[in-house]
């Protein structure tokens, strides 16, 4: 089993910041990449940030947060952490986070966190 555990949630008012961490562990052999989707009551569940593990360190961002968010990541720790700049009420929702995942045995799969949620006031 892999388990994800997200923190780092809560509430701010528009213009704060945040920092969401997450840190998988169970039966891992290899992180393909780790990320953070979001969804908001009423929409879809969108991709905010990916980044891979490898030694590229390549990063992608949903068009409306470049510039204030930053993803990171500590391959050492299978760990991943979303930097949230300049939060805007449009960026409440549930985060989710998410590792492509090799396990011990050779299987390839996504795994998600439970969510944190993420509350930015007007």
């Known amino acids: 089993q892999v388990q994800l555990v997200e923190s780092g949630g809560g509430l701010v008012q528009a213009g704060g910041s945040l920092r969401l961490s997450c840190a998988a562990s169970g039966s891992i052999f290899n992180i393909n990449e780790m990320g953070w989707y979001r969804q908001a009551p009423g929409k879809q569940r969108e991709l905010v940030a990916v980044?891979?593990?490898?030694?590229?360190?390549?990063?992608n961002y949903v068009d409306s947060v470049k510039g204030r968010f930053t993803i990171s990541r500590d391959n050492a720790k299978n760990m991943v952490t979303l930097q949230m700049d300049s939060l805007k009420p449009e960026d409440t929702g549930v985060y989710y986070c998410?590792?492509?995942?090799?396990?011990?045995?050779?299987?390839?799969?996504?795994?998600w966190g439970q969510g944190t949620q993420v509350t930015v006031s007007s």
């Open positions: 980044i891979i593990s490898g030694s590229s360190g390549s990063t």
């Open positions: 998410y590792a492509n995942v090799i396990s011990l045995g050779g299987l390839r799969r996504s795994y």
